[in-house]
């Protein structure tokens, strides 16, 4: 069975993103695991080690579907929340390209996590019982991969996103 290894990167990244009428903000922030190295087996799909991404598109943003935070409570009251997680880039499954390949086609390094801070509240209204949920926000890139030595696209639309920040969600019953 063959094996590979990537080393895990770090740059520092932070950004700071506000919600009108929530007063809230996120920081993402780089966390940068020391030497760790990555091993992945050739049973997690085919491998291209001459591959290379093309095609590479913007998808936009998403917000993430597990919540970072959550906050609820009566009417009268200011839901706060004020929490710092660490979240990863995701990807497709089976890419089939090294690490680095897909970094350098989609302009930041895949194997690093970012800390994000959530931090925001809100106002209750009197005699309802309000949720505040923070979920991570992400932004994406499409692309293809081509093959060097085979000269041909060998996988179409995989993608890449990393978080960069906090969107937030206010129900009120």
Same mark, same amino acid.
């Given at each position: ?15 700071? #993103?506000?919600? &009108? !009428?929530? $007063? ?12 760790? *190295? +990555?091993? @992945? ?59 680095? #390949?897909?970094? &350098? !086609?989609? $302009? ?12 925001? *509240? +809100?106002? @209750? ?49």
């Amino acid at each position: 069975m063959k094996r590979r290894t990537a080393q895990f990167g770090a740059t520092a990244v932070a950004l700071t #993103a506000c919600l &009108a !009428g929530t $007063g809230a903000t996120a920081q993402a922030q780089s966390v940068s695991p020391t030497a760790e *190295t +990555r091993t @992945v087996s050739a049973a997690d799909g085919p491998f291209y080690p001459y591959g290379k991404l093309v095609h590479v598109k913007s998808v936009g943003t998403k917000c993430g579907k597990k919540p970072l935070a959550k906050a609820s409570g009566p009417g009268g009251t200011r839901l706060g929340i004020s929490e710092t997680k660490s979240v990863s880039t995701t990807l497709s499954k089976n890419i089939g390209v090294t690490y680095n #390949a897909i970094s &350098a !086609g989609v $302009g930041w390094d895949v194997e690093k996590s970012r800390s994000i801070t959530v931090s925001g *509240t +809100r106002e @209750v209204s009197r005699g309802k019982h309000g949720t505040l949920t923070a979920y991570a926000k992400y932004s994406g890139k499409k692309f293809d991969i081509y093959d060097n030595i085979q000269f041909k696209i060998v996988a179409k639309n995989k993608t890449a996103y990393k978080p960069i920040g906090v969107c937030f969600t206010y129900t009120e019953k």
